[in-house]
């Protein structure tokens, strides 16, 4: 039996989430049906993060135990086949060892969220983004970020249906990079963390939104952080501009060989 890492990407949309249902059709799912025709006793695969309905994947990590050997390029290849047409895509396979954990191994997630300013309908962006009508200030969002920045009780942050035995995470990083678009700007906000809560990104992009929009100031994050009590926070950001972008490792798996094609 080996061990191997898949690097996923896909379009959350048409899926009520990553983790598997009996009622309705989830991304984990879709790829365990395609480990199925490969081997039929696959056993269920462990993912970095389990991303909500909607939510979109560029870098999301899973691993697998298979019973016979494979080259990971013919892998993904054997895999990505099976999938059609689900919009689910391996990136990449590698071999990796026993120890290897996609969930517990993780040091960092990486979130991006989009958000686009613009009064235009869009139309090639349309469910990929959240998009509002009004401007933004950014500078503002950026100062309201900084009061979520290092460990604290993100309480107010988190649904309140999160399984997550504590409240206390530390956020490495909330960066907010402006992009130029027609007749518009997108605002990409760039998350990192060791883990997060249910719902937390979201409640932080809505809620300094909030902000850029002019309806709060930005010390109202700080308030609304320390006040720890989910009223206390701003809109909840919608699912379609969110993506799980990249998962950190203390080794990359993709780094040694996985591109081969033999």
Known sequence: MGRY???????????????????HVSVQGAIEDALRKLEPDVPTIVAAGRTDAGVHGTGQVAHVDLQR?????????????????????????AEVG????????????????RLVSRRAPLCHDAGFVWQIMHPLDLDAMREGAAHLIGLHDFTTFRSVICQANSPVKTIDEIRIEPVEIPYGTEYRFHVRARSFLHNQVRSIVGT???VG????????????????????????????GLYLAHVVYPED?????????H
Request: glycine residues 4%; charged residues 25%; contains cysteine.
């Open 213 to 240: 929009a002019g309806r709060w100031m930005p010390d109202d994050v700080k308030d609304a952080l320390e006040a720890r009590t989910r009223s206390a926070c701003g809109t909840v950001s919608p699912p379609q």
């Open 98 to 113: 026993d120890d290897f954990s996609a969930r517990f191994s993780a040091m960092e997630r990486q979130y991006l969220f």
């Open 5 to 23: 890492a898949l690097k996923i990407e896909y379009n959350g949309a048409p899926f009520h989430g990553w983790q598997r249902q009996k009622e």
């Open 208 to 210: 300094l939104a909030q």
């Open 253 to 261: 798996p993709f780094t040694n060989g996985a591109h081969e094609r």
């Open 69 to 93: 050997p494979w080259k990971p390029f013919r892998l993904s290849e054997a895999l990505n086949f099976h999938l059609k047409p689900n919009p689910v895509s391996i990136l990449e396979a």
